[in-house]
């Protein structure tokens, strides 16, 4: 896609020469450019287009624009899903700044991340969850069923009441499946009863990808 409407120099430099433009850390300038006032929506020609260096400058730069990224959100949140790792990263972070208010139901990319194969990335979805509002929960889990029956069966879970109570907490930190154990060490992350650090030790240490995001 062409991005002929954006003279910026420095975004010409991105397109003729995404490498370069990456190895020399340009991206740090262009970002400059939006803090000092280059209009957001310049960046969604960058975000939608076919060169993935390209796409990975400008998903850069919206996640370091906090809440100004947010008219974007609709470029970004399909990036979330990607299997390109750098793109799906910095998404979900601008998910987790911008899936507020009545886009709180685009917070749901971030539960699917919690599904990924990617290890990288389900560690991200899970400290990204624990900082969630319950309206962003409530909003995710009330939306199209996007994840497996027992991603969503988590998912309703955090969003209610009994995600905050001790022996809930603990039943899905022992369940079998994965992403419910994940569902548990984030409801403990998120809760403020500072005795559940010390709670089913055995169950945490069957999977350590838990184990460790709970030390973190």
Known sequence: MKAASITSPLVEELLSDPRRFKDEGRAYQLLEEYFAGTPVRTLRPLLRHEEPLVRHAAVWIASELG??????????????ASEDRY????????????????RADQFLCI????????PVIRALSMRLMTKADRSQLEAASAGPTLLSEQGMRGLRWLASQESSRAEEIVVMLDSREAVLQRYGAIAMKRCRDASLTLTNRDAVAREPEIAKFLES
Request: aromatic letters at 2%; hydrophobic letters at 45%.
């Open 111 to 118: 539960a699917r991340g919690l599904e990924s194969e990617d």
């Open 87 to 102: 793109q799906a990263y910095h998404a979900l972070e601008v998910a987790l700044v911008c899936g507020v208010g009545p």
């Open 67 to 80: 809440s100004q990224a947010c008219e974007l959100l609709d470029d970004i949140v399909p990036l979330a």
